[in-house]
DNA sequence: ATGGCTTCATAGTGAAGA
């Protein structure tokens, strides 16, 4: 089963780009963060033209999220359950026994804003739920975009990025109490080049430089198997790229 | 250099992203 994610960065602009990817990878699952589409706009006809189900938790303008499927969804869930938020960032589901949980964590702007204390509380929210989740649900994955960078070899200048926003210690910190769920990165359970980035800045050439970070990622529980997990670059080289690339991970369920 | 691009909501700029 493979599975994948990718922060589209407005799913009307990157709609050509997503179909293309589609047709060309041929995913189980997509989960997209940064729809930035209210769900009476979501394109569900033409994604459901290339062979795939959608389930869709948006709004207008920022956030958004949605999980695309060959196969049929069950038990949908939006949001954290008990976690009062306007922002779409949340959507669960069910695909061939595996609980594919999509996220958009908050970014959090600097380290002393009120939006990095919104992350941090969001982030206790979301592993508190997951707790419960893992015990309903053995076999489950959790992809998105995380907001954090988990390791200094996630960064391509770690000395420069000390102490800021997605990568601060109380972030990772958050980072590190949904891997003590039993949740791992699977991109770290292979071996992989040296810096490795799923995100570039659209400013001062970035992804030429390779100035990038990881982090858009892929957990898994211990109850699933993970073979394989890459990050697809070929997406940011084309006109208009989003500024993250789609992560994916083979499975078996 | 707190910017540099890109998107969205607007109708000239401003917010937000990471």
Redesign the pocket.
Known sequence: MKISTW?V??????LPHVLDWLVANQPDVLCL??T???DANFPADVLGEAGYHAVFSGQ????GVAILSKGPVQDVVAGIPGFADE?KRVLAATVDGVRIICI???????VD?D?YRYKLSWLTALQAWLKEELERYPKLALLG?Y?I?PEDRDVYDPEGWKGN??VSEPERNAFCGLEQLGLRDSFRLFEQPEKSYS???????AFRRNM??R?DLILISQALQCTSCTIDKAPRKLE?????TPVVAEVTP
Request: proline share 4%; hydrophobic share 25%; aromatic share 10%.
């Open positions: 922060n960065n407005s799913l009307k602009v990157r963060q940064e930035k589409t209210e207008k303008t920022y956030n922002q958009y964590v908050p970014n959090g702007q600097s804003s939006k975009d907001n960078a926003v997605l995100w570039w800045d659209y400013r001062m050439m990038g970070l982090i208009r790229p989003s500024d993250h």
